[in-house]
């Protein structure tokens, strides 16, 4: 099974702040990789798709990169709506998935 | 507009049965590959298990093969999810997604959840 691991597990920064969550596959997974965003006590929503590709209606800020093992979701500016977790989430093959831990991003 | 609404969870004993329901609307749910994720209180999502469209392919995650199934029926636009011999650690928000392969593979809509609690 392919493991999923994100750094860092939370952080805090200031609105304004460019913040990078990074998240490691086990083995490659070519860009079969998402990102969720899970604000607290609500559902986990799709941020970004094929590692790069901006769910419809998500802020421009984000941003999403990688491919293979190694991927970066990216807020360029930070907005105090933006206060969540994050999680990245593998489909590679779509038999078997997995999730990350989860970063939870906290606003100075 | 799409919605998935979930139903059946509750407070069950250890090594009880309960079986989870998925009513979908705003779509036809015959079209999509449908997936059930959970997250226990406090902690992180884990995927749980998959069902193609018509399926005949089902796919879980190690910790409930054998335990739990993935049905679907299409004709009432409906998923479900029949747990046999729950855990405490089975204790969670359980969550129905649909599936979109669109260039990648990912869950574009989500339920709300319902909540399954493994307690004597």
């Known amino acids: 099974d392919i493991q999923m691991t994100q750094s860092p597990s939370s952080l805090s920064a200031s609105v304004g702040e460019r913040v990078t969550i990074s998240c490691r596959a086990s083995r490659g997974v070519n860009d079969y990789l998402n990102w969720y965003q899970q604000k607290p006590g609500k559902v986990p929503s799709l941020l970004i798709y094929?590692?790069?590709t901006l769910r419809g209606g998500v802020p421009s800020r984000f941003s999403g990169s990688g491919y293979g093992t190694d991927f970066t979701l990216t807020i360029s500016s930070l907005q105090p709506e933006d206060s969540a977790t994050y999680y990245c989430?593998?489909?590679?093959?779509?038999?078997?998935?997995?999730f990350g831990p989860g970063t939870k991003v906290e606003i100075k | 507009e799409v919605q998935l609404v979930e139903s059946g969870g509750g407070l069950v004993q250890p090594g009880g049965s309960l079986r989870l329901s998925c009513a979908g609307s705003g779509f036809t749910l015959s079209n999509y590959w449908m997936s059930w994720v959970r997250q226990a209180p406090g902690k992180g999502l884990e995927w749980v298990a998959n069902?193609?469209?018509?399926?005949?392919?089902?796919y879980y995650v190690d910790s409930v093969m054998g335990r739990f199934t993935i049905s679907r029926d299409n004709a009432k636009n409906s998923l479900d999810l029949q747990m046999n011999s729950l855990r405490a650690e089975d204790t969670a928000i359980y969550y129905c997604?649909?599936?979109?392969?669109?260039?990648?593979?990912?869950?574009?809509?989500w339920g709300q959840g319902t909540l399954v609690t493994v307690s004597s």
């Open positions: 069902i193609k469209q018509d399926g005949s392919e089902k």
């Open positions: 997604a649909r599936i979109l392969y669109r260039g990648g593979i990912f869950l574009d809509y």
């Open positions: 094929s590692a790069s």
């Open positions: 989430q593998q489909s590679y093959g779509a038999t078997t998935w997995t």
